[in-house]
Nanobody, 128 residues
């Protein structure tokens, strides 16, 4: 029903900024919650942020709260994750994922099992 393509990763210095993009295509795109996950070296996937278009619900993990902003361009069916004041611990492969659930986003978005469709990932490296 939906396909996802991530882009926008790259190499940045600590304190820098980056904007990741998740372009969605397919049917009923507006019904899908889009979540950003990341996998750091040697670690499991962590939920970062998500946006549910149906009700406008937004979730941020504590690790990025205050430094990141998730948004959506409805005309382009694209969800963005703006990350500021990047830290070395933000280094990871970032994935976007799509799922449908009416449960609160703070319950759904940190858990990969709620998301059936995944993008290919984009590498973010924060180093001096």
């Amino acid at each position: 029903q939906v396909q996802l393509v991530e882009s926008g990763g790259g190499l940045v210095q600590p304190g820098g900024s980056l904007r990741l993009s998740c372009a969605a295509s397919g049917y009923d795109v507006d019904y899908y919650t889009i979540t950003w996950f990341r996998r750091a070296p040697g670690k499991d996937r962590d939920g970062v942020s998500c946006y549910r278009p149906v009700d406008g619900s937004i979730y941020y993990a504590d690790s990025v709260k205050g430094r990141s902003t998730i948004s959506r361009d409805n005309a382009k069916n694209t969800v963005y994750l703006q990350m500021n004041n990047l830290k070395p611990e933000d280094t990871a492969v970032y994935y976007c994922a799509a799922g449908i659930s009416d449960r609160p986003v703070h319950e759904v978005c940190p858990r990969p099992e709620f998301f059936a469709t995944w993008g290919q990932g984009t590498q973010v490296t924060v180093t001096s």
